[in-house]
């Protein structure tokens, strides 16, 4: 599924609800709360009367890796929390996160890019557990 550098997913055989249930838990297994949860299908057919396809993006927030970040570079809160979507095509559910390495690799910061690499570890392991 990856078509992206930035992104790091794959499509998964679950209803949309149940997968949006799944990540939600593999996050919390993982050290995760959920900051935001932002449901675009319904905040567009709100704001624009469109209809797209189910589509959440889940605000993910490590706090000891978050604080960790922090400590490494103040304004690295503009690129936090980590996003997680969930969302479905045509009949096929998919699960994509970013991948910090890359979104933090603008930024020259070794300590930063190391708890890059941690939490990217670990959405890996969250995406690959569905």
């Known amino acids: 599924m990856n078509k992206t550098n930035y992104s790091y997913g794959k499509k ?3 209803t949309f609800a149940d ?5 939600k838990e593999e996050l919390k297994k993982e ?3 959920i900051l935001a949860n932002i449901d675009v299908k319904a905040t567009l057919k709100g704001k624009l009367d469109v209809n797209i396809q189910d589509y959440v993006i889940l605000g993910a927030c490590n706090p000891p890796n978050a604080y960790k970040s922090l400590q490494a570079e103040t304004e690295i809160g503009l690129m936090l929390p980590c996003n997680v979507i969930v969302y479905r095509k045509d009949n096929n559910v998919f699960v994509a996160a ?3 390495t ?3 690799g603008m930024i020259k910061n ?3 890019m190391e ?3 941690n939490i990217e570890s670990k ?3 969250v995406i690959d557990s569905l």
Do not use: D
């Not at 997968?19 to 990540?23: D, H, I």
């Open 12 to 14: 998964i055989n679950a």
């Open 98 to 100: 970013v991948r910090p």
């Open 102 to 104: 890359v979104a933090m």
């Open 19 to 23: 997968a949006l249930e799944r990540v």
């Open 31 to 33: 050290g995760f709360g």
């Open 110 to 112: 070794e300590p930063l």
């Open 123 to 125: 959405l890996k392991k």
């Open 115 to 117: 708890v890059a690499r």
